[in-house]
């Protein structure tokens, strides 16, 4: 009996290791994928209770295109990694691309290509910033550096808010720590709300996330100022997140996600929930 009990044990062990060596190949059938959930129109929680926005409809086709059953549920943003390598997703929507990243999971090609800015009170205790709606990629020091000096300077003795362990997070401490007081929010929402009500001089975040909500009744009194920042520590290009070491599943979005920006679906589906094409940059 101790003898079969050892051999059970001994094929059990075997069969565990076998499985998670990495890069060890696995065929999917079925992939969770995370999302916040609290980002539009990038992605919410619709009227209906249900997940929805531009990543949702697009995470849909993708899983079609790879013939894969999907399921997708909703965490707080500084959950979703730790969810990720815990094993509660196999995927997650909405990540940002830049090097601290990369170190700890992989990324699908990008399925969007965005840009950063600022927002404000109208008339309220910041002025407009230089720039304002202009393209600017921060790699460009002698283009960059002198603006993000100008800034710098409007910003001194401001509160700035953003999403806690982000990359605009990363931007605002390195441009700017010894100037401002940095204030750290769970969502974009919960910030908004601070910021309309004066307890934030500025908010810094994905424009276009930004450009959403201005034409909301309660958003009337903020504006966005400043250029639209690429580049640096920002995650402006956006993928899907993944474990280490997968390199099949990497494959497969990959190729689901150059198929929808071949055909034009990506750029329907950015147009449909952004009003701004979304497309990748050439070259991802």
């Known amino acids: ?24 190949a696995k065929d999917w059938t079925h992939v969770n994928l995370g999302s916040e959930g ?3 129109p990038w992605n ?15 995470a849909h086709d993708l899983c079609r295109r790879a013939k894969l059953e999907c399921s997708i549920g909703a965490g707080e943003w500084t959950s979703l990694i730790p969810s990720l390598n815990a094993g509660k997703f196999d995927l997650i929507l909405g990540l940002g691309i830049n090097e601290a990243r990369k170190k700890i999971v992989d990324f699908t090609i990008p399925y969007a290509s965005g840009f950063a800015t600022f927002s404000i009170l109208k008339g309220g205790s910041v002025p407009q910033f ?7 990629n921060l790699n460009e020091k002698a283009k960059a550096d002198p603006v993000m000096s100008q800034i710098r300077q409007i910003l001194k003795g401001k509160i700035v808010g953003v999403i806690q362990s982000s990359s605009h997070e ?8 010894d100037d401002v007081t940095v204030r750290t929010y769970k969502s974009s929402p919960e910030r908004d709300l601070d910021l309309r009500a004066g307890r934030l001089d500025v908010s810094f975040d994905s424009a276009v996330y930004m450009n959403s909500i201005l034409d909301k009744p309660e958003n ?11 580049g640096a520590m920002l995650a402006t290009e956006v993928a899907i997140g993944m474990r280490k070491n997968e390199p099949e599943l990497k494959a ?22 952004t009003k701004v094409d979304l497309s990748p940059s050439p070259g991802n």
């Open 1 to 24: 009996m101790n003898l079969l009990r050892l051999a059970i044990v001994a094929l059990f062990t075997s069969m565990v290791t076998f499985a998670t060596i990495p890069g060890m």
């Open 38 to 40: 609290a980002f539009p």
């Open 44 to 58: 919410m929680i619709g009227p209906d209770g249900q997940l929805a926005g531009y990543e949702i409809d697009l």
């Open 130 to 136: 230089p720039m304002t709606g202009q393209p600017l």
């Open 170 to 177: 990363q931007l605002v401490h390195a441009y700017f720590d």
């Open 220 to 230: 009337q009194d903020l504006a966005m100022t400043g250029p639209l920042l690429k």
């Open 252 to 273: 497969i979005f990959d190729k689901a996600i150059r198929e929808a920006t071949e055909d034009g679906t990506i750029r329907e589906l950015s147009l449909k929930w």
